[in-house]
């Protein structure tokens, strides 16, 4: 949904080692029931279910979502286009922003600061519809000054945020 904010996450919470186990489970596998993440955090699975409504009522568990390929979708071209603008408003920065997000094979919107705006992970079919989702979308917006595109040879996963 446009302009939908995640949760806004409480202070860091303390997170024991059933939460981070829990927590380690979905990561892994965000399909995982209950009662297999009871079993890998050694708890009920009363006492399971009650730590995931905590940990996602707090917000450290923001959503699970599937991950698609784009590859498998017809969209193997990866890119990232740098957006700089020529005016920033914060109203005219929202309406940009919200307007990325909506756009078809945008993967992630970064607003950054620096001498960009934005950073915009794209998932296309080729080099054409990369170049027409820059030439229709990106930059017939009026506050868009100008644009950069880097092609993505390869994409990997990072550690992530819990302890090893």
Known sequence: MAGAQPKKPQP?????????AILAA???DGRTTNAALAAR???????CAYRVRALRESG?????RARLSPEALGRPLHAII?????SHSRDHVHHLYDRLVGLPG???????????????????AGPEALRDLILEHVTV????????????FEV??????LPR
Do not use: C, N, W
């Open 26 to 28: 979905l990561v892994e």
């Open 41 to 47: 955090a050694g708890v009920a699975e009363s006492t």
């Open 156 to 161: 990997r996963d990072g550690r992530g945020l």
């Open 106 to 124: 945008v993967l992630t919107v970064f607003h950054v600061g620096g001498d960009d705006d934005f950073l915009l992970h794209v998932a296309v």
């Open 60 to 64: 450290v568990l923001a959503d699970i």
């Open 12 to 20: 860091p919470a303390a997170l024991d080692g059933t939460d981070l």
């Open 82 to 86: 740098k957006v700089r603008l020529g």
């Open 141 to 152: 917006h009026p506050m868009v000054r100008q644009t950069e595109t880097q092609l993505v």
